[in-house]
């Protein structure tokens, strides 16, 4: 029996090369795109997520302002003007924070080595997400800040604007904090467990509930390293400057030895503490 020889082509290459992309900053700025886009994605489409981080802070604003005011006796109603910028924060807050947790949720299931293999800058990745976490925060802020007349709020053009660049500000903190929290974690159950035991003394501490003038001392000094505080006077004081009554006397802001802090140097330190924390999770992030 003979054995017959094929020829064999000699024009297939034995191996077939695979172009990857370099990375680049356009590429990076497309990355960024697509994960925020996700992120809000992932946000419209929860709609039981949306309406349970809405319901808090209506019942602080008109179920507690409202029963508290009954202790000011004619100053009612007053009392939700002064909640009203720790309602809008208290909005941003869980949405915004809860929001980084979707890098939880995509590493445990899997989905972050998908990422991970594109040809993007890991930092890249972290600050899609924190837009998407910052814009949905915002969204949230929005929609508080349009029941806002209900409580008493006297809308302007330039109040309306000075709110929304602050509540961005203020989300994309937020944000870039639960971010710095999530890079480490590994299960999402204590990601939101963890999320709770920070998220409420940062909100207790902050004034957003009550005045931060006129505190004990070892509260006020608690409230002045507070990051949150910073964040929640800039709101009160804009929204104060708007009504008339003597609520502006009762919180004048946030002082340092007797110097009132001015608000751009608060958003400056709420700005700084937002790099700080995006800037150390991508560092933590690139060792992962």
């Known amino acids: 029996m003979s054995v017959i020889d094929?020829?064999?082509?000699q024009d297939l290459p034995e191996t077939v090369p695979v172009r990857v992309p370099e990375r680049s900053f356009r590429s990076d700025l497309r990355a960024v795109k697509i994960v925020w886009q996700r992120e809000l994605l992932r946000f419209f489409r929860d709609k039981p997520r949306?309406?349970?981080?809405?319901?808090q802070p209506m019942l602080?604003?008109?179920?507690?302002?409202?029963?508290?005011?009954?202790?000011?006796?004619g100053a009612r109603g007053n009392l939700k003007v002064f909640l009203f910028p720790g309602v809008m924060t208290m909005a941003i807050l869980f949405t915004s924070f809860f929001s980084a947790g979707s890098l939880v949720w995509d590493r445990e299931f899997?989905?972050?080595?998908?990422?991970?293999v594109a040809p993007v800058r890991r930092g890249a990745i972290l600050l899609g997400k924190c837009l998407g976490g910052a814009t949905a925060g915002a969204l949230q802020g929005l929609i508080v800040l349009g029941v806002g007349g209900l409580a008493g709020i006297r809308y302007s053009v330039s109040l309306v604007l000075t709110l929304v660049g602050e509540l961005l500000v203020v989300a994309f903190a937020i944000t870039a904090l639960g971010l710095l929290v999530a890079v480490r974690i590994r299960r999402i159950q204590s990601f939101m467990a963890l999320g709770q035991m920070l998220l409420m003394p940062l909100f207790f501490l902050s004034g957003a509930l009550f005045p931060v003038s006129g505190l004990p001392e070892w509260l006020a000094i608690l409230t002045r390293i507070d990051p949150l505080a910073y964040a929640v006077d800039p709101l009160r004081r804009a929204v104060l400057a708007n009504v008339d009554g003597g609520l502006a006397a009762v919180a004048p802001g946030i002082t340092w030895f007797g110097w009132t802090v001015p608000v751009l140097l608060e958003l400056a330190i709420v700005v700084c503490v937002a790099v700080a924390a995006l800037v150390t999770a991508s560092a933590m992030f690139r060792r992962d």
């Not at 094929?6 to 082509?9: A, E, Y």
């Open 6 to 9: 094929l020829p064999v082509s």
């Open 50 to 55: 949306i309406i349970t981080a809405l319901l």
């Open 60 to 73: 602080y604003l008109f179920v507690l302002g409202t029963g508290m005011s009954s202790l000011f006796g």
């Open 110 to 116: 899997g989905f972050m080595r998908e990422m991970l």
